[in-house]
């Protein structure tokens, strides 16, 4: 995966009715085994480290709406948060509707990118 493509990409929206999670790409993990896994290894005590670039799919629907469903005062301005190795990244927008019977207040758009550190390049 090139570092510079995202993780994944969230679409939560809040209301009157609370916050909901409406989109998440990637939305599962892919459950095939890797075919490097079947081979034997000449080490049986060695460790296969993988790169968790999916592990923001482990986070539940209700705590991305939670994380990113901002209050009022944070909308129409960067939102970024740092969860260990991924730094997701939104623009909370509210919207003003002439209509106060609107449930629909604040959308954000996040993305999921992996961090990098200098000693990565």
């Not at 085994?33 to 480290?49: C, F, G, M, Q």
């Not at 923001?56 to 939102?79: E, G, H, P, V």
């Not at 629909?104 to 961090?115: D, G, P």
Request: glycine residues 4%.
């Amino acid at each position: 995966m090139d570092e510079t493509s995202p993780l994944g990409v969230y679409l939560v929206k809040s209301g009157s009715k609370g916050d909901r999670l409406l989109f998440r790409y990637p939305y599962a993990v892919d459950t095939e085994k890797d075919p490097h896994s079947s081979k034997k290894r000449s080490n049986p005590y060695a460790l296969i480290v993988n790169e968790d670039t999916l592990n923001t799919t482990r986070i539940s629907d209700k705590a991305l709406s939670n994380l990113f469903a901002t209050k009022s005062d944070l909308c129409n301005r960067k939102f970024e948060l740092k969860v260990n190795d991924v730094r997701f990244v939104g623009h909370p927008v509210q919207l003003c509707s002439k209509r106060e019977t609107s449930t629909f207040l604040m959308f954000n758009v996040v993305f999921a990118l992996k961090v990098i550190t200098a000693a990565e390049h």
